[in-house]
């Protein structure tokens, strides 16, 4: 969870973001996008897939720090996620079910783990050109996001 002082988190005046779908936060290194159930019922049906159908050909169980698995999208062999797609926008690239993308990325850079301190925050902005740039996202509007996290949670399994 984010820091606070006296004043509030780092973000209490709020956070400029505006997202340029350079893909970045897609491509290029290993990471994790973790699904909630909501997240793996709407992409099933956005591919006409049974949800186990989904799960087996799309996603990987994750060990997490407290011995759990958590469900996370597969990524190709050059990190690229899953779903990136140099056919998905006129000759750009991009997600190909972006209408229907997981919670995380949607709610890309307001993440907790972005949003601790202001150093974390300046450190993805290195290699984002969105953040810190675009108009002005409120305090509200930031923690609506990590209020939603807590409510749809990442799926988890016990082996």
Known sequence: ???????????????RFSCTRCST?????????FLSEKDASLLGTTLKMRYDEFTET?????????????????????YDCVFWSSKAAANEGGCSVY????LQCRAFPFWASLL?????????ARDCPGMNNGPLNSR???????????????ISRNV
């Not at 799309?58 to 050059?78: H, M, T, V, Y």
């Not at 209408?99 to 997981?102: L, N, S």
């Not at 930031?142 to 749809?152: G, S």
């Open 25 to 33: 936060c897609c491509r290029f290194e290993s990471g994790f996008v």
């Open 58 to 78: 799309f996603c990987r169980w994750i060990p997490s720090s407290d011995g759990a698995f958590q469900l996370s999208l597969k990524e190709k062999p050059n």
């Open 99 to 102: 209408e229907t993308r997981p």
């Open 116 to 124: 601790g301190d202001e150093d974390s925050w300046e450190e993805a």
């Open 1 to 15: 969870m984010p820091k606070k002082s006296e004043s509030g988190p780092f973000y209490a005046r709020g956070l």
């Open 140 to 154: 509200d509007s930031i923690e609506k996001w990590l209020a939603m996290r807590q409510m749809e949670p990442i």
